[in-house]
Structure formats: C-alpha cells, structure tokens
C-alpha cells in the first residue's frame, strides 16, 4: 500500500497562486501550511481546502521554517514545495502511487516561468528538485537561504512528472526576491565568507555572461535578458552587502589590569589613538587600589568610546573571573582581550577586525619592550616603536602590514604559544564554553586551559603575525606558586577533551 504524504508548503501573501497550487493537492491527506506573516487573504484562501491545517510562525529562515513545517505533520512522508508551484496530474499520480523507502529521498524536474513564459536557459533549465522524503531519515540544513534536504545517509531516486514554479510575473517580483535573498546570503555568510567591491562586480560581470551567453539567455529576448541582469545584480548586491556586513561589527576591548596605573594611563592613551576605535572599553580590574580608580576616572571624562570600570575585591590573583565579569558585561559581538601593560600600534584594532573569522578566535603577537624603553615610556608617556627602535626585543612582531597579516594568518590546531595578553574571539564562542575556568587561581595557564575548550568546541584557531602589534611593558615576572595545580587543571582538560568548565561566566550573566 503507498505510503501516507503531508505536503509542507511555506507562505506568504500567497493569495494569488495558492488556490492553484493547493487544487493540484486535493488527493493528499494533509498540506500543512505554515504563514510567515500574510497581510493578505493567504490565510483565508487556505481554508477554504479540507485537507489544509495552517499554523503561523515568523521567518526564520528557510531551512529552519520548512523543518519547523514537517514537525507538525502527521506522516512521516513529507512532501515539502512552495507556495508557486504546482504539481502536475502526472506528478501527483506518480508520487502517491510509487513504492517509496525511507532509506531514499525522490526529487523530480522543475520548470521555471517568467509570467507565463516557460524560460530553459539562464540556469533555469534542468532544475531536478529534491523534495520528497521521510522526516526520520532526514531533513533540510538550517540554512538561511538555499537549504537542501541533507543527503549523507540516503539515496536519490527521480520520479517521473514535473513540477511547475512560477517564479515571477514581472520585474517587479524578480526585483523584490532578488533584495531578499541577497540580504539573507549576506547575513548567514557574514565572516565566513570574504567580499569586496572588486570581487562585487567580478561576480556580477561573470554572472551576465554564463546566463545570458553560455546559458543561452539570448534566446528568451525580452524575459532571457532581463533575468541574466537582475541575477547579475543578484550576485552584486549579495557580495556588496556581505562587504558592508563583514565591516559591521561590533567589538568590546577588555584590558586586565592591576595595580600598576602609570602602565594602564599608557595603554588607555594608545587605545585612544586607534585609527578604528572598539565600540567601548572595558578595565577587567582583579581589585586595584584607588589610584587605579582614579586614573580610569579622569580618562571617562573625555574618552572617545564608553569607557568601563570592572572591579572586584582583591582575595588574590584572579584573572579568570575579573576576565569572566568583563566579558559578560561586554555589550560587542567580538571581543579583543588585552593585558593592562600592552601598549597598542594605532592599527591594533583595525587589523584585528580585519582577520576576524565566524568560529575562530585569534592569538596576536606581542613586542617584548627592555626596562630603559620601558621606563622612557612611562616617564614622557611618548612612544614611537618601529622594527628598528633601540630597546625591543622580536622586532618582527612589530611589523603591521593588513596585507602580510593575511598572507601569514594560518591555523593552529595546538596552544603553543597561548598567551592573553593579546587575543581575540566571538563572545558567542565564550559563551559556548562558559568562559575561563575560574578553578584556575594564581599566576598560570587560565589562557592555555580557555583555549583548550575553545579547540575541543570545534573553534579554530588563528595565530596573527604581522597585525594586532601590541608592545609589551617590561616588569618583573609574577610568582608561580599555584603552577603546578594550574597544570593539573589544564591536563585534566586536555585529557577528557573538556569543552566546558562549570565555574565560568554563566553566574554573571543574569547580573
């Protein structure tokens, strides 16, 4: 006996072809239709069919919406189609009456019109869509835009009959879809993928070219013209607006500091003086005296971005959790964690930002400043460091160059090397992990075990030579009493493949 079929169909302000589309239905138990909002009589028109359950929910995103839709059927064939297409008598036949086995998934050929113009050119033509399939085998990628039923653990069959789509009546239409799905690729490939204007117009030139040539647009005269230039303007905008998104955002600079304020007087004067300032500031304070309170007082005053002070009581050395309570007062979407004694390049924030990269976070580099050097700078409160300035130490780190530091940025599947003094992440990412583990207490390997988790999370990371040059005040080293428990710690991270600690920052999120 054939299997039982619900159709999925996704709608919205639908009224116009969904009484076509849901005729061509009426030999299925069950369409489920799920609204995104119709403003017209989408909803209305729905149930005027026996067959058709409507249930509503806001967009959010195709893949997730269309698997949302199958969850509310009451078979476990799903049939999942559009609210512009319509099956054909062949199609539907097909469908209900062929075997079907839960280890494949069917698709069948569909034609696009413009208006009421078949069009087989400008890619439109042999579109086989894969669309009928057993939820518990499968389902859609939560993909935004251009999801696809995940195929790793099935077989693809083609069934006979076709599937009518009609796409567009007009520019108007075409225009309208080209804004939306470009404004959804730009923001579900935001610092995934890299863009520019250069690479804009290279995609929209190529774009013209394959669809209204290779493709053989030229055939289609009016329409075959038409839609090879509104998808090259597709391909336009959508890389123009995944530039402008990739530049959007957001970052928090946390500085740790204690009790050293003529050092942190410094740095805050090299934050001020960033060519590309962080949204705010935040002072991670591990309970300094009140002249730290003071210095961090006078520069609110006049500070170019919201400048915060972080502080709790001083019970010993506790950066993991001063770090953990500035982090989660951060308001950025990036973080840029530094110490109190680095002074920063004017293009730190800059080349940060640059190399930033959707689950990945970032080691930078530090230039090792020699106590004369040291002293000059918190004396004149001047600086001026080159790669050839007397008194610094690895002076290949203190080359900034945007163009070397992508050339040189390469992953980095350990923590050797781990230092945060100068690194950079998602906040999502940290809250992923729950942040440092603050059972690490007294000098020593918060940084190392943090990143540990960040790795075992599937996190990459990135080292950044050549960018986010950060210059490192000299001062004795810390004592290194609670070593050899930190190091207990950390093993015992690296050991059971740790992704969370449980003393972390989730306690001040609700502060």
């Known amino acids: 006996m054939p299997q039982p079929i619900s159709v999925t169909i996704l709608a919205k302000n639908s009224q116009e072809l969904l009484p076509q589309c849901l005729r061509a239905l009426a030999q299925f138990p069950e369409v489920i239709l799920l609204d995104n909002g119709s403003t017209d009589a989408t909803v209305a028109v729905a149930n005027q069919f026996p067959n058709v359950k409507v249930f509503h929910s806001p967009f959010i995103g195709f893949g997730p919406l269309k698997n949302l839709a199958a969850s509310y059927a009451s078979h476990d064939w799903v049939l999942s189609i559009d609210s512009d297409e319509v099956l054909t008598p062949e199609l539907a036949l097909s469908i209900l009456s062929h075997p079907l086995e839960s280890a494949k998934a069917y698709r069948f050929l569909r034609h696009n019109f413009y208006g009421k113009r078949l069009i087989n050119a400008c890619g439109w033509e042999n579109d086989y869509v894969l669309r009928l399939f057993n939820r518990r085998a499968t389902q859609f990628t939560n993909r935004e835009v251009h999801e696809g039923l995940m195929t790793q653990e099935i077989t693809v069959e083609t069934l006979p009959g076709i599937l009518n789509h009609y796409s567009f009546r007009n520019a108007t239409e075409l ?184 689950n990945t976070f970032i080691q930078g580099k530090r230039v090792l400043l020699q106590p004369k050097l040291t002293e000059e700078i918190l004396r004149t409160k001047k600086w001026h460091i080159t790669p050839f300035t007397f008194g610094i130490i690895n002076r290949f780190n203190a080359v900034s160059s945007d163009f070397l530091a992508k050339l040189g940025s390469k992953k980095r599947p350990d923590i050797k090397a781990i230092r945060g003094c100068n690194m950079a992440f998602w906040r999502a990412d940290v809250l992923r992990i729950n942040g440092f583990n603050e059972n690490i207490q007294g000098w020593g390997r918060e940084d190392s075990e943090f990143a540990i988790r960040m790795l075992n999370a599937g996190v990459e990371r990135r080292n950044l030579p050549f960018g986010g040059v950060g210059y490192h005040l000299y001062h004795p080293e810390n004592a290194r009493t609670s070593l050899a428990e930190n190091d207990r710690i950390l093993a015992d991270a690296i050991e059971e493949k740790a992704r969370w600690c449980e003393n972390g920052i989730s306690k001040y999120l609700n502060d």
């Open 175 to 358: 225009l309208q879809k080209l804004n939306q799905y470009t404004t959804l690729f730009a923001q579900e490939n935001r610092f995934k993928k890299t863009s520019s204007a250069f690479k804009a117009t290279y995609k929209a030139v190529w774009t013209f070219k394959r669809n209204y040539f290779l493709k053989r647009g030229f055939l289609y005269g009016f329409e075959g013209f038409l839609i090879s230039a509104c998808n090259a303007n597709g391909a336009f905008y959508k890389y123009m607006k995944l530039h402008e998104a990739n530049r959007s955002m957001t970052t928090s600079l946390i500085i740790s500091t204690y009790n050293w304020p003529e050092a942190l007087e410094v740095v805050l004067k090299s934050v001020a003086l960033q060519h590309e300032l962080p949204d705010e500031v935040i002072i991670a304070d591990d309970g300094s005296r009140s002249d730290t309170k003071a210095v961090i007082e006078r520069f609110q005053q006049n500070f170019p971005v919201p400048l915060h002070h972080c502080w709790h009581e001083d019970t010993g050395f506790r950066l993991a959790a001063i770090r953990n309570k500035a982090m989660a007062m951060a308001t950025g979407e990036y973080l840029l964690s530094i110490d109190g004694d680095m002074v920063l390049h004017p293009d730190y924030v800059k080349s940060h930002k640059r190399i930033a990269k959707a």
